[in-house]
Each structure stands twice: as C-alpha cells, then as structure tokens.
C-alpha cells in the first residue's frame, strides 16, 4: 500500500515551459486535492475533484489545469510557467472530504518546482 | 468565512520540557479542528482532530489537544518533548455546515524545535 505517490521529487522549469506534476493513490479514495505551500502561506488550495470525471477550482487556480480520468490519478498541469509558480506542490486525498470528521487527508511526500 | 491563525512562526523547547503550540480560529457554529504535521521532504500527517465532546482530544505520538470554545483556541501540546518531535505543524478548520471539500483552512504553520 503505498498510499499517494508524487512525480517527479524535483523540477526546474524556464519561464514559460509546461510540466505535468503526476499524482496516483491506491486507497481508492473518492477525493483529491493540489496544494501549494510557500513559506509563511500555508497551503492553498489550487483544485480539488470529487471523483472520477469532476474536478473544481480551489482558492488559487489560476495557470493550473486538472484532470480526473481514473480514481486513481489526478494530475496538475502548468501550461506557462511563470517565477510565481514556484512553489512546492502536495498531493492529498482522502475518502469523504476533508472537512469531515472521519476524513483525514493523506498527503504525497511533493514536488518542489523551480521557475527560473 | 472560516479562517485559522499560528501566531508563533516559530516554537524552541528543550528536550523533556512540555510544549505547546497555538492555534485559534474563526468560523461561525461549531468548528472541526485539524493538527496536522509535516516532517522535513514529507507531506502532511494527520495528528488529531476535535468534532464534538471532551475539550481535550488525544492523537498520534502522545499529542494532544485542548479546544477552548471561549477563546476559539485549539492548541497543540505534549507532556514531554522528543528530539523526534521537531517538525512545521498546522493547524486547519473547518465548519460542520460547509463540509465541502473546498472548506478545509489551513494556518501557516508553526515550526517546532526541540533542542537536545
């Protein structure tokens, strides 16, 4: 069980190149979810999905895109990478929402990405 | 809108000694409170979580957690601090009525150090 795998672990990116962060889970969880977390920020929402075939915009969606063809994966697309991109991104998931009482999230170990 | 706030970016304590760090939140009605830590090149765990019930809720690795609803306080303690401890903890909110999984906040983490 290796529960939510990230990659890659490291990227560097030139402004305005596009990457694909992958992200599988093999708990069978109904939800994921893309984090950033930048020092002093916290984590910020950037898209969530319900299930397979639904995804929605979380709190800072813009110059992501997502998918969710298969339960198992939900990757993040960076279409023009920009410095402000910079980031360490996580991967979580978790059975019901998050919010919920019996719902913990489970967490990727990230990606830590570079714009230059 | 519900929000969480760390007010120490950063937390010291000697090995043995009791440690404590804070949390306080706003939300309207009842909130879920989250603690949540990140050991370094890792994602997020899951410690403990207060829904409903006893003030005082225990977790993981001999944490625990006293919810104050007068002073919308969620503060994260343990006895007797272990070298092991030392990681960025978080805390998050969320309300009862907004279980989506949009509505899960996170504060900014509070590093801890535990100095041998």
């Known amino acids: 069980n290796a529960g939510v795998t990230q990659t890659p672990k490291f990227r560097i990116l030139k402004i305005g190149q596009s990457m694909t962060l992958q992200c599988t889970q093999d708990m069978n969880h109904n939800y994921m979810y893309w984090y950033r977390q930048d020092p002093g920020m916290g984590l910020k929402l950037i898209y969530y999905s319900v299930g397979a075939g639904i995804t929605d915009k979380g709190e800072v969606p813009n110059g992501y895109n997502v998918s969710r063809s298969t339960t198992e994966d939900f990757p993040l697309r960076l279409e023009l990478a920009a410095p402000s991109q910079t980031s360490v991104y996580f991967c979580?998931?978790?059975?019901?929402?998050?919010?919920?009482?019996?719902?913990?999230?489970?967490f990727g170990n990230g990606t830590r990405l570079t714009v230059t | 809108a519900q929000s969480v706030a760390q007010p120490e970016d950063q937390v010291n304590v000697a090995e043995g000694n009791p440690l404590t760090v804070k949390c306080t939140y706003s939300?309207?009605?009842?909130?879920?409170l989250f603690w949540y830590v990140q050991y370094p090149n890792r994602g997020l765990q899951f410690l403990l979580k207060y829904i409903t019930g006893d003030n005082l809720v225990k977790g993981s690795y001999g944490f625990e957690a006293e919810f104050n609803k007068s002073q919308t306080s969620f503060h994260l303690k343990k006895p007797s601090a272990l070298v092991s401890d030392s990681a960025l903890y978080f805390c998050?909110?969320?309300?009862?009525?907004?279980?989506?999984?949009?509505?899960?906040?996170f504060g900014t983490g509070t590093r801890l150090t535990v100095i041998p």
């Open positions: 979580a998931s978790s059975y019901n929402p998050g919010t919920s009482y019996n719902s913990p999230l489970h």
């Open positions: 998050a909110v969320s309300a009862p009525h907004q279980t989506g999984a949009n509505n899960l906040f």
């Open positions: 939300v309207s009605g009842n909130p879920y």
